[in-house]
């Protein structure tokens, strides 16, 4: 069955440094993937979709993330953290109708 | 372009009480719709989806249901509310295709006393 995993359910980085959150999946076929942004008490807001076009996946926010079928993995990264990125951060493969999502990852910017 | 709604923003309701939450969606036609809801510090969890009006699949079973009386309609309802039902409810949209994005509305804070 298909599944997506987010390690680690809370990540801290300080303001500047590099942000690194994990996503991996679990499909016999690649699926279409994605990240979403969640802010406190809103809906979930696209940050990058991968659709097999191109491995390296550019998003808004200065987001990127790169899709590595070896590894089964879509981890998302940002050069430079800034407090506005506290959210939290979801995971998400496509299927036939529905996706399926991670559990999420609060990212923590510390001053 | 696409916009989807949802009401009311926040709810404070009594146990045993019923539910209707509302959702839209404007500037396009025959969405596919889903209800999820996020218990507090928890993920998504997937209620219901509809790729047709009046067609409803239902993925956990429990005291909600779901209506589609209009193409861009999506209506959450429940007869007699528990505590547990409390949490944020998420409507999203997508197209019809396969794979397609999922985009989802602003929610609404269900809070059961």
């Known amino acids: 069955a298909q599944s997506v995993t987010q390690l680690g359910s809370h990540v801290s980085v300080s303001e500047g440094a590099l942000v690194l959150l994990r996503c991996n999946y679990s499909s016999s076929v690649p699926p279409y993937l994605f990240w979403y942004v969640q802010y406190p008490n809103q809906g979930l807001q696209l940050l990058l979709k991968y659709t097999s076009a191109a491995t390296l996946v550019k998003g808004i926010n200065g987001f990127e993330a790169e899709f590595k079928k070896s590894e089964t993995s879509f981890h998302l990264t940002k050069p430079s953290a800034h407090m506005s990125d506290a959210a939290e951060y979801f995971c998400?493969?496509?299927?036939?109708?529905?996706?399926?999502f991670g559990t999420g990852t609060r990212l923590k910017v510390l001053a | 372009s696409q916009t989807i709604h949802q009401w009311p923003a926040t709810l404070v309701q009594p146990v045993g009480s019923p539910l209707s939450l509302e959702c839209t969606v404007e500037g396009t036609s025959n969405p596919n719709l889903y209800w999820y809801r996020q218990a507090a510090g928890r993920g998504l969890q997937l209620l219901f989806y509809s790729v047709g009006i009046g067609q409803i699949s239902s993925e956990v079973p429990q005291n909600l249901s779901a209506s589609r009386p209009q193409d861009r309609q999506f209506i959450l309802s429940s007869k007699k509310l528990l505590l547990s039902d409390s949490g944020f409810y998420l409507c999203?949209?997508?197209?019809?295709?396969?794979?397609?994005?999922?985009?989802f509305g602003p929610g609404t804070r269900l809070l059961v006393l």
């Open positions: 998400a493969a496509s299927g036939t109708y529905k996706y399926i």
């Open positions: 999203a949209w997508s197209g019809s295709q396969y794979q397609e994005t999922q985009y």
